[in-house]
């Protein structure tokens, strides 16, 4: 697989909020466009701090990899740095913890209501779009950034295909109830704070219960549909910088997002 070298861009939203992304092209013309959302803050509240043995937040060198290697698969791949709106060109979700001011910083972007969040992605898939004009979007993120792809999945109609990786606060009652518009697939794991057994239980009840028909569609296909995928690994269990990370769970969870774009991205 060709080595992939992204690189730092800017964009600006339409309240002329500026960003960060990073952003990655393919070695061969683009199969389509992936935007990869980061996760939340590994030590803010109902997390232990501990577990993370090098926390990293915002576009860190495992984003970027992540980005890297999507892209050695033939899509142009744009990761937006989330935290931005906070203090430009600053990361606070790990520097300032549940201080006072880091809970002032990131309070425009909590999960269930990051209308600002929003915007920044739909800008990222505004400008990936122009410049594959032809090419299919695929959403993926993980923790909050898993969420905010449901969220998107459930509110954009530009998204062809999303990818959650135990997205935290999407299975509380006032979520799981939202239908996307395009397949999602979604991966959950058996344990954690963040994610109880009982929410996981409903939500899947919830998603069996919208989708009689659950299973996969037509290659290609854009419709309604959430395929689920449940491991026996704690949250996070995707992280290698962290205590939760379950190479086995990682591996399989990795190869079947891949399958997953590869089928709904290649129409």
């Given at each position: 697989?060709?080595e992939?070298?992204?690189?730092?861009?800017e964009?600006?939203?339409?309240?002329?909020?500026?960003?960060?992304?990073?952003?990655?092209?393919?070695?061969?013309?683009?199969?389509?466009?992936?935007?990869?959302?980061?996760?939340?803050?590994?030590?803010?509240?109902?997390?232990?701090?501990?577990?993370?043995?090098?926390?990293?937040?915002?576009?860190?060198?495992?984003?970027?990899?992540?980005?890297?290697?999507?892209?050695?698969?033939?899509y142009?791949?744009?990761?937006?740095?989330?935290?931005?709106?906070?203090?430009?060109?600053?990361?606070?979700?790990?520097?300032?913890?549940?201080?006072?001011?880091?809970?002032?910083?990131?309070?425009?972007?909590?999960?269930?209501?990051?209308?600002?969040?929003?915007?920044?992605?739909?800008?990222?898939?505004?400008w990936?779009?122009?410049?594959?004009?032809q090419?299919?979007?695929?959403?993926?993120?993980?923790?909050?950034?898993g969420?905010?792809?449901?969220?998107?999945?459930?509110?954009?109609?530009?998204?062809?295909?999303?990818?959650?990786?135990?997205?935290?606060?999407m299975?509380?009652?006032?979520?799981?109830?939202?239908?996307?518009?395009?397949?999602?697939?979604?991966?959950?794991?058996?344990?954690?704070?963040?994610?109880?057994?009982?929410?996981?239980?409903?939500?899947?009840?919830?998603?069996?219960?919208?989708?009689?028909?659950?299973?996969?569609?037509?290659?290609?296909?854009?419709?309604?549909?959430?395929?689920?995928?449940?491991?026996?690994?704690?949250?996070?269990?995707?992280?290698?910088?962290?205590?939760?990370?379950?190479?086995?769970?990682?591996?399989?969870?990795?190869?079947?997002?891949?399958?997953?774009?590869?089928?709904?991205?290649?129409?």
């Open positions: 697989m060709t992939i070298m992204g690189h730092y861009a964009l600006i939203s339409p309240d002329k909020h500026r960003f960060r992304a990073f952003v990655a092209h393919p070695s061969k013309p683009a199969r389509g466009v992936l935007v990869l959302l980061h996760e939340m803050d590994a030590r803010s509240a109902n997390r232990d701090s501990s577990a993370y043995q090098n926390p990293m937040p915002g576009l860190s060198q495992r984003i970027r990899a992540l980005v890297n290697e999507h892209a050695a698969r033939g142009l791949v744009v990761a937006p740095s989330l935290f931005g709106r906070g203090r430009a060109g600053q990361h606070h979700g790990y520097k300032y913890q549940m201080a006072s001011m880091g809970e002032q910083l990131l309070k425009p972007l909590q999960p269930v209501d990051s209308s600002l969040a929003m915007m920044d992605i739909e800008t990222v898939v505004a990936a779009q122009a410049q594959i004009p090419g299919r979007v695929g959403i993926m993120g993980f923790c909050w950034g969420l905010l792809a449901w969220q998107a999945a459930c509110t954009l109609p530009q998204v062809f295909a999303a990818t959650s990786f135990y997205g935290g606060g299975t509380n009652p006032e979520v799981r109830s939202w239908r996307p518009m395009c397949p999602v697939l979604i991966h959950l794991p058996s344990k954690g704070a963040l994610m109880t057994q009982e929410s996981m239980d409903e939500f899947i009840a919830v998603q069996r219960e919208h989708f009689s028909a659950h299973g996969q569609t037509s290659p290609g296909q854009k419709m309604s549909m959430v395929q689920i995928e449940q491991y026996n690994a704690a949250y996070g269990f995707d992280h290698a910088g962290s205590r939760q990370h379950d190479p086995h769970a990682s591996q399989s969870a990795r190869l079947k997002t891949f399958t997953f774009f590869d089928r709904y991205l290649n129409g």
